[in-house]
């Protein structure tokens, strides 16, 4: 079992940053690969990033590629989406997620679910 509680949420205006915590506890941090999702209003949840259990690898969804960057802290067993150039269409509950395989998040599903984080983006 793993815990997950995302933080750093909030509002900001468009072309502004910022950067989403997610922090694990139960089993090793380093067994799961981890990623991020996003849920807007009236849509359905859409995978954002994800990062391989090694932190060797990371996967974007095109809409996000080149402003958003995920990364993970080992020591602290927390993984991070910084996110950059911020645009009203990024505005959406943010899910952290954690699976066995990367391939699992890309695939868009996860074994674990944080409870969101609201980001909004003004225009």
């Known amino acids: 079992q793993v815990q997950l509680v995302e933080s750093g949420g909030g509002l900001v205006q468009a072309g502004g940053s910022l950067r989403l915590s997610c922090a694990a506890s139960?089993?090793?941090?380093?067994?799961?690969?981890m990623g991020w999702f996003r849920q807007a209003p009236g849509k359905e949840r859409e995978f954002v990033a994800a990062?391989?259990?090694?932190?060797?690898?990371?996967n974007y969804a095109d809409s996000v590629k080149g402003r958003f960057t995920i990364s993970r802290a080992f020591a602290k067993n927390t993984v991070y989406l910084q996110m950059d150039s911020l645009k009203p269409e990024d505005t959406a509950v943010y899910y952290c997620?954690?699976?066995?395989?990367?391939?699992?998040?890309?695939?868009?599903?996860?074994?674990?679910w944080g409870q969101g984080t609201q980001v909004t983006v003004s225009s």
């Open positions: 997620a954690a699976a066995t395989s990367i391939l699992v998040i890309t695939s868009g599903s996860s074994d674990f």
């Open positions: 139960g089993r090793t941090f380093s067994s799961y690969a």
């Open positions: 990062i391989t259990r090694s932190g060797s690898s990371t």
